[in-house]
């Protein structure tokens, strides 16, 4: 089992920034690639980005690239997702996940979940 836990989020104005932190822990392996993704109210989970064990092949949704940066400390077992010049259509609360197979950009290729952290962008 891995546990994980998001922290970070709040409230913040548009072209505000915040930073997440997701900290792993239980039996936790840097090999696997993790991803952030959020949900806004009456939509679908979608993936928001998501970085290998390496840190060098970061991937990112169209609509946060240039704006959120992620990386990973993995002495640390935490990832991190940097929100910049945010948006009100931002909003959503973010969860963190574990990739385990499959498609890095699915929600179905991620097997270990964290409970989410909301974020919420004023206009």
């Known amino acids: 089992q891995v546990q994980l836990v998001e922290s970070g989020g709040g409230l913040v104005q548009a072209g505000g920034s915040l930073r997440l932190s997701c900290a792993a822990s239980?039996?936790?392996?840097?090999?696997?690639?993790m991803g952030w993704f959020r949900q806004a109210p009456g939509k679908e989970r979608e993936f928001v980005a998501a970085?290998?064990?390496?840190?060098?092949?970061?991937y990112y949704a169209d609509t946060v690239r240039g704006r959120f940066t992620i990386s990973r400390d993995n002495a640390k077992n935490t990832v991190y997702l940097q929100m910049s010049s945010l948006k009100p259509e931002d909003t959503a609360v973010y969860y963190c996940?574990?990739?385990?197979?499959?498609?890095?950009?699915?929600?179905?290729?991620?097997?270990?979940w964290g409970q989410g952290t909301q974020v919420t962008v004023s206009s």
């Open positions: 996940a574990s990739h385990w197979s499959g498609n890095i950009y699915a929600t179905s290729g991620y097997k270990y």
């Open positions: 239980g039996r936790t392996d840097s090999r696997f690639a």
């Open positions: 970085i290998t064990w390496s840190g060098l092949s970061p």
